[in-house]
């Protein structure tokens, strides 16, 4: 009997050892596909003057749809399936740059469809040429509420949509409008009345204070502005003013990007100014990226922080998958700019799929208006187009092929070193992930 | 080097190599004036070469003011930066008077005005700087030129309602041109024209009797002084041009030529910086030297962004290519700078230098002038071992 089980065992073995490699070979090769593959031209900056680590991210998300969905079979076009390929240019986050890049993506690399961009110059830049070439693109991360508007081209009179009733370019990023009021909000609800803004002398940082203060002092709060420049290392006199007061403010809101910001809210921490049990600190969405984070703010810093893109805790199966997938590649949480950037590429390839085309513009753009698509910043969909083109008198251009749910909310570490994932969610309470809206530190939610 | 030496004497006996040179960039000049009517170039190359015209002009005006007339300056991009601001802003919002009570509406203004009062504000803004700086010598104009180009900047990228910040600011098209490919081919031959026409206006400037007061006061500004040339009007004089070159040149090539938006991030010191390499690597004491610098050196910056390397033998990758595809991306940057490294130190003049010297026979005249000492010493040498 021992000895029938041990034959059998071997048998198992044999067949497992010599079936594995054999089924492996079968997923490998299961999809048959044609000569011919579809090209999609990936616009991201690789180099300076731009944002060198956003663009990477872009392309590494670009190349990883492609994959997956070669993968999954490719595009399948009447029967045929072919095979995805991202070609993605280096637009150096200049506008001159961009467009020559563009230009050779769809000239010589003979793109069927874009997407991209970083910087909101290159896609206000770039899209007059999309247009003119008739390129269907979906750009997944400029912020600029003209991008999707009307093409900005303020001497060109009406937007390309009236001319011949197509407009090509789709945006599943938010629009810089509709980020605006949720930190506000929430700080109302809390009832702060006494407000500083740390402020980057930027044009990001210069018109976002501009309209926070604005909704604050509308709602009868007192603001106080300090302006700092980017790159700043030593805040300490500027936090000793802030110090001096007689009174403690309520909140100090940082309205200071990428490293600089992580040195203030750091040496507000040493200060003990702020998060204190008077003064709640807000930050913003680059906190998300905890490894960065807790690497320059080590000493606890419980800020709240505005995060635009899904949150983990509705991350769909594909969201975390494609989460693992980036911690493999980077060691690091995924920002949103990249799940957008790899949906675009879905969201591509599902309309070349149901237009039954990869070249024909006019039912690719077709496509990408009825799309219903799920993936992993959740459902997409576009409310206005072609196919609806009455824009409500009170709903803004930027609607125009605008995916109308991009997920904006604010979280707030309670733990030192936390990861970004087990942050919890504090606003807008649909979203709330521990059943309070502030979690005043040093306490557990 | 035995054909070049027959080549060499066969054009010192024949027609004579300034002449050859003129027929060298008489057939260059033909070679750009047809390369857009070439049908297999893509737009893509008409761009990459518009873009190349773009920055001989930057390069060339900056040789002509800091190589010849000596005066380094770092603020060329923020002058280009002004005419193409001014022109963008006046097209959109027009032009008031308040005190003469004249308002200007921006419909009436085209985008030829616009660029014109762009190149004009680009002048009177380095007419100010220049009256209040270069009285001053050396060190100070680069340090002030370097303050007021990041003043500026910060200006374009703070002031945002207006300038629109780091989404830029789109200036009105100067052509109205729907069909792509004509559009291409009209702004190549008017950057290309611009590039020519600048380098003829300069070539007089630098050839004519102030050329030579500006080489003067770049040897020794006090011995031009003390013979009679009035140093700070020269100075201020080649200021406002060279200035005013490249208001001009920002203006139109913002205004849609080569590229749709101008943003601050194009007027950062790291933009200067490649002016001046490019000046350098082309030869920043000669005007083509430096104007082709620049152009070489874009095309090259572009053509190398992507190096494929064919695989000998049959080899292939494994994705089953016959090529080996390296993305240089910012290491091409790195190359520059070493080729920016090898030409300071062992090339000063330039890269091409030796060709421009060659075809207008100055290396004859030094040979001659050399070999004229090098036979006087010999005769002092012998009237001393003489006298002995």
């Given amino acids: 009997m021992k000895r029938n089980a041990l034959f059998i065992s071997l048998i198992v073995l044999l067949a497992m050892t010599t079936l594995l490699p054999a089924s492996l070979v079968y997923a490998d090769g299961h999809c048959e596909f044609a000569d011919e593959t579809i090209t999609i031209g990936g616009l991201a900056p690789l180099s300076a003057p731009g944002a060198v680590a956003g663009g990477v991210a872009m392309d590494w998300a670009f190349n990883q749809a492609a994959d997956d969905i070669n993968a999954d079979c490719g595009v399948e076009i009447d029967g045929v399936n072919y095979q995805i390929d991202v070609v993605t240019g280096d637009s150096e986050g200049s506008p001159e740059r961009g467009q020559a890049v563009t230009e050779r993506l769809i000239q010589e690399d003979e793109v069927d469809a874009m997407v991209g961009v970083y910087h909101s110059a290159v896609g206000l830049a770039t899209m007059g040429m999309l247009e003119a070439n008739q390129i269907p693109t979906v750009f997944s991360e400029p912020w600029n509420d003209n991008v999707s508007a009307n093409g900005i081209r303020e001497f060109d009179g009406a937007p390309p949509r009236f001319e011949d009733g197509i407009d090509h370019i789709f945006r599943i990023s938010p629009a810089s409008s509709m980020v605006g009021s949720v930190v506000v909000d929430w700080l109302l609800s809390l009832g702060v009345d006494d407000v500083v803004l740390i402020v980057e002398n930027t044009d990001y940082g210069q018109p976002a204070a501009a309209d926070e203060a604005a909704r604050f002092e509308a709602a009868g709060a007192t603001v106080s502005k300090i302006d700092v420049e980017l790159g700043t290392e030593d805040f300490v006199p500027i936090l000793s003013r802030i110090q001096a007061r007689a009174e403690a403010p309520d909140v100090i809101r940082i309205l200071v990007t990428g490293e600089t910001s992580f040195n203030l809210t750091q040496q507000m921490s040493e200060l003990g100014i702020a998060p204190t049990e008077d003064t709640i600190c807000v930050t913003n969405q680059f906190a998300f990226q905890s490894d960065q984070y807790w690497a320059t703010v080590p000493d606890g810093n419980y800020c709240a922080f505005n995060r635009v893109g899904i949150i983990p805790s509705l991350f769909s199966d594909a969201a975390v998958e494609l989460n693992a997938k980036y911690e493999e590649a980077w060691g690091d949480i995924i920002p949103s700019f990249a799940m957008a950037s790899y949906d675009a590429v879905y969201i591509l390839a599902d309309a070349m799929e149901r237009a039954g085309s990869s070249s024909d513009a006019a039912a690719i753009v077709g496509a990408i208006e009825a799309t219903d698509l799920e993936l992993s910043q959740g459902r997409y969909y576009f409310d206005y187009g072609a196919h609806n083109p009455d824009l409500p008198e009170d709903t803004p251009a930027f609607m125009w092929h605008q995916w109308p749910d991009p997920i904006v909310t604010v979280m707030q570490y309670y733990e030192q070193g936390q990861s970004g994932l087990e942050a919890a969610v504090v606003y807008p309470e649909v979203y709330q992930t521990h059943g309070t809206s502030y979690i005043v530190p040093g306490t557990s939610p | ?388």
């Fill in chain 2, 1 to 388: 080097m035995a054909f070049f030496k027959r080549f060499e004497s066969t054009i010192d006996n024949g027609i004579g190599r300034r002449r050859f040179g003129y027929i060298v960039l008489g057939l260059i000049i033909l070679f750009f004036l047809w390369f857009p009517n070439d049908s297999s170039q893509s737009n893509y190359a008409k761009t990459v070469f518009i873009s190349g015209f773009f920055y001989a002009i930057m390069a060339s005006s900056w040789a002509l003011l800091a190589g010849i007339a000596g005066q380094f300056s770092f603020g060329h991009m923020a002058f280009m930066g002004i005419g193409a601001y001014v022109a963008g802003l006046i097209a959109r919002d027009g032009i008031i008077f308040a005190m003469l009570g004249i308002a200007i509406s921006p419909e009436s203004i085209s985008a030829i005005g616009a660029i014109i009062i762009g190149t004009l504000i680009a002048g009177l803004v380095g007419l100010v700087i220049g009256w209040l700086l270069l009285r001053l010598r050396s060190a100070y104009l680069a340090l002030f030129t370097i303050a007021f180009s990041e003043l500026f900047r910060i200006m374009m990228l703070t002031e945002y309602d207006y300038t629109g910040g780091s989404n830029g600011l789109s200036l009105r098209p100067l052509l109205q041109i729907a069909d792509v490919d004509a559009a291409r081919q009209v702004e190549y031959y008017l950057m290309f024209g611009l590039l020519i026409v600048c380098l003829l206006v300069m070539h007089w400037v630098a050839n004519s009797p102030i050329g030579l007061f500006l080489r003067a006061m770049r040897e020794d500004e006090d011995a031009a002084s003390a013979l009679g040339v009035n140093v700070v009007r020269y100075k201020i004089l080649i200021f406002v041009f060279t200035s005013m070159i490249v208001g001009l040149a920002g203006a139109v090539f913002y205004s849609d030529v080569g590229s749709e938006r101008i943003i601050p991030e194009q007027l950062e010191v790291l933009q200067m910086s490649l002016i001046i390499a490019y000046a350098v690597i082309g030869g920043m004491e000669s005007l083509v030297g430096a104007a082709a610098g620049a152009f070489i050196s874009r095309y090259l910056l572009e053509a190398t962004r992507e190096v494929v390397i064919a695989l000998p033998f049959g080899l292939t990758m494994s994705d089953g290519s016959g090529a080996f595809v390296w993305e240089t991306g910012a290491w091409r940057y790195a190359l520059f700078g070493v080729i920016m490294v090898f030409t300071l130190r062992y090339m000063r003049n330039g890269l091409l230098h030796p060709i421009i010297t060659w075809f207008s026979g100055r290396d004859l005249v030094m040979q001659e002038t050399v070999s004229k000492r090098k036979s006087d010493d010999d005769y002092d040498d012998l009237l001393e071992a003489g006298d002995e």
